[in-house]
């Protein structure tokens, strides 16, 4: 049974930090490109972040360059997101992606709420 996992979100000042967690599990996770989306309130859901299979490639939004740094760790399945000096309009629900694209196979998680507020 596939699964994947987030966790790690939260409410945070502006300023602030979090790390976001993604356990991945039920498939070959090595093999797949992982990423990060965000879907605010209201709002459509949109790219922040991702990393290739081997982690050696990394791809961000413009919004979030130079803040958010994702990486990954085969060996225990996860990725990360993260989330230095954090604004109000990072407020969002954050996604885990799982995506095969050579097979076009896609893996998405549920969500976890981060709020950016005084």
């Known amino acids: 049974q596939v699964q994947v996992v987030e966790s790690g979100g939260g409410l945070v000042q502006p300023g602030g930090s979090l790390r976001l967690s993604c356990v991945a599990s039920?498939?070959?996770?090595?093999?797949?490109?992982m990423r990060w989306y965000r879907q605010a309130p209201g709002k459509k859901r949109d790219f922040v972040a991702s990393?290739?299979?081997?982690?050696?490639?990394?791809n961000y939004a413009d919004s979030v360059k130079g803040r958010f740094t994702i990486s990954r760790d085969n060996a225990k399945n996860t990725v990360y997101l993260q989330m230095n000096s954090l604004k109000p309009e990072d407020t969002a629900v954050y996604y885990c992606?799982?995506?095969?694209?050579?097979?076009?196979?896609?893996?998405w998680g549920q969500g976890t709420l981060v709020t950016v507020s005084e």
């Open positions: 039920g498939f070959t996770f090595r093999v797949f490109d």
């Open positions: 992606n799982a995506l095969h694209a050579v097979y076009d196979i896609e893996y």
């Open positions: 990393v290739s299979s081997a982690g050696g490639n990394t």
